[in-house]
């Protein structure tokens, strides 16, 4: 294996929020996470509504602070840098998020936008108009859209500025956050093509955090499946799908429509029971224990550790670890 | 048996949607949502419509009993409700007649389960005051019938639950909390807008189960709205495909999914990725949906589609059957 761009270690983020009198609780939003991501590779990141993925995105690019772990980025602890290093680690790790709409300034041409992004963080070319439309091409646009303003552009094409904007800067690390949820198929299918090109072309390193599994398959090269703050299950996309263990991952994996009408006569069915509790108060033990349906009597009572069952395949649930 | 394929056989009409137009008369221009739109629903199946942001199928399903709002207006068409075997069209109704119908006969489940409850009243009087309004029971009835309703929608402890305020239920909750309130005068046809859009994917799994179940408990029949072609294939029986405010295909599940005739089906299905098979590369469809206050002339997709003909431009492509039960309006296959 070669050495991980990105290692983080029992990463914590809680957020506090009003209690009654001087009570404190805490929304336990990422709670105690540890995984790698490989330089060139894509972890796709997924889990239902609040389970904390993109909490776990933006401490990997620190735009939050930890409550507790740490994130090494080349070798070093991003949560310690400081001046020019910090500055440099802002280059190298872009965010690029759902909603195209609310990252792009609504005042600026879309040439402002893109060159404000250069001069933040100092990229000298020659010619910077040249340089831009280059870049807009390379996503399907052209000069004139130059001197155009965000609401001109449909949600497609917003997205396609936001990740010229978040690439033309050379990073090495992009955290996707549900980049494409709020484009319509025909769209996505353009915008995750695009992706994957740049990503080959510039030796990106992705993580790609959405709730469609069948995107996040066609994306990754291992997937994470995260449940309350946890991470559940870790392994190859195509193992993951194939022989999934946590029954979590099982359950999320019989949910998803499949687009084939007789697969969808014999698909194997696994119950849905109950609905993901707040993370307030996440159950003890085994988070997922209320809903499982093949809870042991640990499972409430101690936390299963995330051990590697088989070679890259690791698993949080006492069905596969020693008591 | 080929899923949908009983539905040929069964044949008894209970909506007949022929020639609809909806315009909204807007500062821009006059958008022109949904331009011609024809289609039958037989008795007991669930029917789909399907087809990104924007091509119409809200406007649609509104239009079925008036739920169009200006600056809207249906300016042609007939909709035609068969009671019994015989046909009324809905579309020549007073808004007092339609009333008695919306609610009972034919009930609405919309996206958003947030908007469709009134946090000012308990989920049990919501679902009382639907049946009381229609007259199907009185209120001390329809209260003790919510909690059957509840119990139906698999609401756990629904003694209790009737007197939850909406806030005090999760979103999976409330969504079935609607799916009863639309139950509970038992009506012919339900309308189901994109009801699983907000929830997650196992809440999802959970609803459309249900409403798997009730449509076979209670004899429903189901117009089924969504974008997803996974709950498409896994809900229906007949399926229709709009593309800026037209139907393009019109065919069983099993026809649409295993022989999709026209280019835009074809690039949809080409464009999902399906987790179960292994991907090299997405096709995508070039180009966005156009703007329906100037739509494209001739067929509405010539300006994305690979095998364009010289016709496409010129002349809208009529709805043509290409086998038993299969529709496409494309040049293609015009002869
Ligand atoms: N700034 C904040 N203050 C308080 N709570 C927060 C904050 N940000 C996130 N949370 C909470 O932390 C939990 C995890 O949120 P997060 O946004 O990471 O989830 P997610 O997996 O990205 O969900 P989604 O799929 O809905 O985007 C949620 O319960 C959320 O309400
Ligand atoms: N009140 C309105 N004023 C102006 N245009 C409208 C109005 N309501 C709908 N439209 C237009 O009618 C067309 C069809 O809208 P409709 O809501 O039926 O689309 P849809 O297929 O349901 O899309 P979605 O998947 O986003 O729900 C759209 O182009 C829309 O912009
Ligand atoms: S640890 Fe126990 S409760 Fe948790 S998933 Fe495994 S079997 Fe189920
Ligand atoms: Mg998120
Ligand atoms: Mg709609």
Request: with cysteine; proline share 7%; net charge positive.
């Amino acid at each position: 294996m070669p050495e991980p761009l990105v290692r983080v270690e029992n990463l914590k983020k809680y957020f506090p929020i009003k209690g009654i009198f001087f009570t404190r609780a805490h929304v336990k939003a990422v709670d105690g996470v540890s995984f790698e991501i490989y330089r060139g590779e894509t972890l796709g990141l997924v889990g239902e509504s609040g389970c904390g993925k993109s909490t776990t995105g933006r401490l990997l690019i620190r735009l939050l602070e930890p409550t507790a772990g740490h994130v090494y980025f080349e070798g070093k602890n991003i949560f310690k840098l400081k001046g020019e290093e910090l500055k440099r680690f802002r280059r190298k790790a872009q965010i690029i998020l759902q909603d195209p709409y609310s990252s792009l300034n609504p005042r600026m041409t879309i040439f402002e936008i893109i060159n404000e992004a250069l001069e933040v963080h100092n990229i000298k070319v020659p010619d910077k108009e040249e340089f831009i439309v280059d870049w807009l091409r390379r996503v399907g646009l052209e000069r004139h859209h130059l001197y155009r303003y965000p609401h001109e552009f449909s949600g497609g094409q917003r997205q396609r500025i936001a990740i010229v904007r978040s690439l033309i800067i050379k990073p090495e690390f992009v955290v996707l956050d549900e980049p494409t949820s709020a484009l319509d198929v025909s769209v996505q299918a353009q915008i995750l093509d695009m992706l994957k090109e740049f990503q080959r072309e510039l030796n990106l390193t992705y993580l790609f955090i959405s709730h469609d599994l069948g995107v996040v398959k066609y994306m990754s090269d291992r997937i994470a499946v995260m449940y309350l703050g946890k991470i559940v299950e870790l392994a190859p996309a195509d193992e993951l799908f194939e022989k999934p263990l946590h029954p979590y991952t099982q359950m999320l994996l019989s949910s998803i429509p499949i687009p084939d009408p007789e697969y969808a006569l014999k698909k194997p069915k696994v119950k849905v029971i109950g609905e993901p509790p707040s993370p307030i108060n996440p159950p003890p033990g085994c988070r997922f224990h209320p809903r499982c349906p093949r809870k042991l009597d640990i499972c409430d009572k101690k936390e299963p550790p995330l051990i590697e069952v088989e070679r890259d395949h690791y698993v949080a649930c006492w069905l596969y670890a020693k008591k | 048996m080929i899923k949908g394929m009983k539905t040929l056989g069964l044949k008894r009409k209970i909506l007949e949607v022929k020639d609809l137009h909806v315009h909204f008369y807007t500062y821009a221009g006059v958008v022109k949502a949904i331009s011609g739109v024809s289609f039958e629903i037989y008795e007991g199946e669930t029917f789909c419509l399907v087809g990104e942001t924007g091509c119409g199928k809200s406007v649609t399903s509104r239009a079925i009993t008036k739920l169009i709002e200006s600056p809207g207006k249906i300016v042609k068409g007939q909709v035609l409700f068969y009671r019994d075997g015989s046909p009324i069209d809905l579309l020549k109704l007073s808004d007092e007649e339609l009333r008695r119908i919306r609610g009972r006969e034919i009930a609405y489940i919309f996206q958003d389960p947030t908007a469709a409850l009134d946090p000012l009243y308990s989920v049990g009087y919501q679902i009382a005051e639907t049946m009381v309004a229609h007259n199907t029971a009185t209120w001390k009835e329809a209260f003790r019938r919510a909690v059957d309703i509840l119990k139906s929608v698999l609401i756990p402890d629904p003694e209790k639950r009737v007197k939850n305020y909406p806030h005090e239920l999760s979103g999976g909750m409330k969504q079935r909390v609607v799916i009863g309130i639309s139950l509970s005068n038992k009506p012919k046809l339900l309308i189901a807008d994109e009801p699983t859009t907000a929830v997650d994917v196992t809440i999802q799994a959970q609803i459309l189960d249900l409403l798997r179940k009730l449509r076979q408990e209670e004899k429903m029949t189901l117009l089924l709205i969504t974008h997803n072609m996974g709950v498409v294939a896994e809900m229906c029986d007949r399926v229709a495909v709009m593309y800026a405010g037209k139907i393009v295909e019109i065919g069983t599940v099993h026809q649409i999914f295993k022989n999709p005739q026209h280019p835009y089906t074809k690039g949809l299905l080409k464009a999902v990725p399906n987790p179960l098979i292994k991907i090299e590369k997405l096709e995508s469809i070039p180009g966005t949906v156009p703007n329906l206050i100037f739509p494209p002339s001739g067929c509405r997709f010539h300006p994305r589609c690979p095998r364009k003909l010289d016709i496409c431009d010129k002349k809208e492509p009529p709805l043509i059957e290409v086998e038993e039960g299969h529709k496409v309006a494309c040049w293609l296959y015009v002869k």
